[in-house]
């Protein structure tokens, strides 16, 4: 089985910083782009920043400038740094892989999401 876990969310003054992490596990052959995106109450989910495998990085206009996606393919698990937050950027933020499984000649494409860790931006 594979599952991505997301964590570090949690309360946090306008202005402030977060970072969360998404850690990958499982029977895990090759992760290619890892996605961030989040849902505030009432609202539908959105993209919030995308990694290739090699590191290439795109983020929504809302967060651009405030936000670093990073990852470590190491260990199979990805960041979401967010600085200078702000009320609306409060939301459920899930992480979202397309994940190959298995060992060779048996490899099959999962689309993964994770769980989501809630992140609330209030004074």
């Known amino acids: 089985q594979v599952q991505l876990v997301e964590s570090g969310g949690g309360l946090v003054q306008p202005g402030g910083s977060l970072r969360l992490s998404c850690a990958a596990s499982?029977?895990?052959?090759?992760?290619?782009?890892i996605n961030w995106y989040r849902q505030a109450p009432g609202k539908e989910r959105e993209l919030v920043a995308t990694i290739t495998r090699d590191g290439h990085t795109n983020y929504a206009d809302s967060v651009k400038g405030r936000f670093a996606i990073s990852r470590d393919n190491a260990k199979n698990t990805v960041y979401l740094q967010m600085n200078s937050l702000k009320p609306e950027d409060t939301a459920v933020y899930y992480c979202?892989?397309?994940?190959?499984?298995?060992?060779?000649?048996?490899?099959?494409?999962?689309?993964?999401w994770g769980q989501g860790t809630l992140v609330t931006v209030s004074s």
């Open positions: 979202r892989a397309p994940i190959l499984t298995g060992t060779p000649p048996s490899i099959r494409s999962l689309e993964v």
């Open positions: 499982g029977s895990i052959f090759s992760i290619n782009a």
